[in-house]
């Protein structure tokens, strides 16, 4: 991709039990057109692995975290890729200016000056762009309204989607719909030879979440264009707009899918050190689009579920919450806690187990039998014993 607005990304890795570990993007100069070199970040190596590559490490991380008895956690790795933003020789773009009249009126309402967030409703001084549920509250549309003059308020025109609309963005002439389709809904029909007993399991419908970026020409209101179309695989996340260059991040978790951009699997990068790795993997993609050329650029990690999104004018910070190593340590202390007052054949039975769920399975039931007050009584000495960590 040749533009002369690209981004590094970086990722620090921060560890501790129960901190945030936070993503950091940095600008700075457009890299070379060709595959980046392996990056680093935070003192951690990572590699770009092709989508063939993951399966072998996915199933290794699956026989590895079966030994915990858990399947979730979140870790942050990351790596350089070229994404958009203004190079430092340049000065920053600006919009594009539509046809509107000087009258002023309000913008969104964002956290940082300068960086637009999505909405429901956009304005630009004439029209207005509202998303909204259609009649049926089921389908979406996105209306353009002619809105000043007021006395020459009217409705132009109208976009429906089969979707949930995310967001919206107006850029000069370019209008931006961020969307998400709705999982299918099956229909269940009685069944005339069911027992009156029976309850038939719950049908399963596939569904792997996509995010779509869609951008119309809104030159002419009243007949609004498709002209740029980007389906990422993953739920929305948020977005941002700064300098003419949209940021959505998107994030999937699943055990057997790598996510695909407009049909192609994408290329994950992922930590050298396996041991920053958790199963099942969340993929976090960061799709930018230039709206000034439509050129577009992703970038997907493999890390923990987004849960906080800051981006300033220099950084795009992205937040996961890691639970691995808090889960692990509570186990850890519980057991240092009970075993010396386990019965001995409670003891032996833990002892013979392989895998920590095991252990944790075996003492579980012995909890459970306890008389509540020694219940609590070892839950407040397990806690005592967390204080110290």
């Not at 956290?111 to 637009?116: L, R, S, Y």
């Amino acid at each position: 991709m040749a533009s002369t607005k690209a981004v590094h990304v970086s990722i620090v890795l921060i560890s501790v039990l129960a901190a945030a570990l936070v993503a950091w993007i940095g600008y700075v100069n457009p890299p070379p057109q060709t595959l980046p070199e392996a990056p680093t970040g935070g003192g951690v190596e990572f590699k770009l692995m092709r989508a063939g590559e993951l399966q072998e490490l996915l199933s290794d991380l699956e026989s590895k975290y079966e030994a915990y008895g858990y399947r979730a956690g979140a870790i942050t790795v990351g790596a350089s890729q070229g994404l958009y933003t203004t190079g430092p020789e340049e000065e920053a773009a600006q919009p594009p200016s539509p046809t509107v009249t000087s009258t002023p009126y309000s913008s969104t309402n964002v956290q940082v000056e300068g960086i637009d967030e999505a909405d429901v409703v956009k304005l630009d001084g004439t029209y207005m762009y509202i998303a909204k549920l259609s009649e049926d509250y089921y389908d979406c549309v996105v209306c353009i309204v002619k809105a000043y003059p007021p006395d020459e308020m009217e409705l132009l025109s109208t976009l429906h989607f089969d979707s949930a609309v995310e967001g919206l963005y107006v850029y000069g002439d370019k209008l931006v719909v961020l969307e998400t389709p709705y999982p299918p809904i099956r229909i269940l029909k009685e069944s005339e030879e069911a027992e009156p007993s029976t309850v038939p399991p719950p049908p399963y419908v596939e569904y792997k979440p996509t995010t779509s970026i869609m951008v119309y020409d809104v030159t002419d209101k009243s007949s609004p264009q498709l002209i740029f179309e980007l389906n990422v695989t993953g739920y929305y996340v948020t977005s941002r707009l700064k300098d003419g260059v949209l940021y959505v991040v998107s994030e999937y978790c699943g055990y057997d899918v790598v996510p695909l951009v407009n049909g192609t699997e994408a290329d994950v990068w992922v930590p050298k050190d396996e041991e920053l790795l958790t199963y099942p993997p969340t993929y976090v993609t960061i799709a930018t689009v230039d709206l000034d050329d439509l050129q577009h650029e992703e970038s997907t990690y493999m890390i923990g579920g987004v849960s906080r999104i800051y981006m300033s004018h220099e950084n795009l910070y992205v937040v996961t919450v890691s639970y691995e190593r808090i889960f692990r340590v509570m186990a850890e202390k519980l057991l240092e806690v009970v075993e010396p007052k386990l019965p001995q054949e409670v003891l032996e039975e833990v002892e013979s187990c392989k895998y920590l769920y095991e252990k944790m399975d075996v003492i579980g039931r012995w909890f459970s039998e306890l008389p509540e007050d020694e219940q609590l009584n070892i839950m407040l000495e397990v806690v005592g014993q967390l204080k110290d960590v």
